[in-house]
């Protein structure tokens, strides 16, 4: 079957076979990617990101479900994280999502980190533009829980929405991270939950001292999302967030800075496997590497002599 093709005419097996072809690294991925390229730009894109046990999954779900009730269509990529031991990951968070699975306007796909920090798959920026050609209205990304580097969410989201809870000890352990920086939305989710006043009022203050957010001050929505409130309220302050994003210009800025970015990363990979090709070929790194570990050279001279060797 020609994938592309039948993806565009919108068949669901060659949508999860086209994903499955960019995440393996197929032969057909780089063809797959050339023909759907020009279908995508439509879909809006939100990045759902929060600490372990914010309830993002079923955040996610209930969000989901809004949009459909809205008449909209739905791709939802969830990332978890890939075990640095055995390489495997659960992909557990489609649980939380049993009754989408049966909606024919919903598509979702469970990916791995694959050891990539950020709290992103490497990959993922791929399966977004395979939903996206496919004709998805919106594409939800739910990352892995946030740490300090899992930020990535902001260079491949539209709008990033940022789900706190209160009483996980440090009500402020996301602003650490440079979560602050990142939310145009923020949810405090479990607001049912003691803390919720103490975590609102600490939000606040912190977004008053943020000088970045001048033009858009990032709303607060509390919802309990087990019980699907304030849901509605929340899609509505992402709603607002995305015409203000278009009528100043951030939209279409982000987006080229996510295309520069893009070239740049896919740049950076095929430099770096045309160097480890060549570097098989040349047959002495292995003498090289015994040199420096031996401490008779010095590991930035041997790159600098190899990359003269292998790009002149």
Not at 94 to 115: A, H, K, P, W, Y
Request: overall charge negative; aromatic content about 4%; proline content about 3%.
């Amino acid at each position: 079957m020609n994938i592309a093709d039948e993806l565009l005419k919108g068949s669901r097996l060659a949508l999860s076979r086209a994903i499955t072809a960019v995440e393996n690294e197929y032969d057909n991925a780089v063809s797959i990617m050339q023909t759907l390229y020009s279908h995508t730009g439509n879909a809006h894109i939100i990045g759902i990101t929060g600490p372990p046990g914010a309830g993002k999954s079923t955040l996610t779900d209930k969000l989901a479900k809004e949009y459909r009730r809205q008449g909209k269509t739905v791709g939802i990529i969830a990332i978890d994280p890939t075990s640095p031991f055995s390489g495997g990951a659960i992909l557990g968070d489609r649980i939380r999502m049993n009754e989408l699975t049966l909606d024919q306007g919903v598509f979702i796909r469970s990916m791995g980190t694959r050891g990539s920090l950020g709290g992103l798959s490497r990959k993922t920026s791929e399966a977004i533009k395979i939903l996206d050609a496919f004709g998805f209205d919106v594409v939800l990304v739910e990352t892995v829980g946030v740490g300090q580097s899992e930020v990535d969410i902001v260079k491949t989201a539209d709008t990033t929405l940022v789900v706190l809870v209160p009483g996980l000890g440090d009500d402020i352990q996301a602003i650490k991270a440079g979560i602050l920086e990142i939310g145009d939305v923020f949810a405090i989710n479990k607001a049912d939950h003691e803390g919720v006043d103490r975590l609102h009022t600490e939000l606040e203050m912190m977004l008053d001292l943020n000088q970045d957010k001048i033009e858009w001050r990032p709303p607060i929505q509390r919802v309990i999302a087990n019980r699907g409130e304030g849901i509605n309220e929340l899609a509505e302050a992402i709603e607002k967030q995305i015409v203000h994003s278009k009528e100043s210009g951030q939209f279409v800025n982000r987006r080229t800075n996510r295309t520069k970015s893009e070239l740049l990363a896919m740049l950076d990979e095929q430099v770096g496997r045309y160097v480890r090709k060549q570097l098989l070929a040349y047959g002495k790194f292995d003498e090289l590497v015994i040199s420096v570990e031996k401490r008779e050279k010095n590991p930035y001279a041997v790159v600098d002599g190899i990359m003269t060797t292998i790009l002149r």
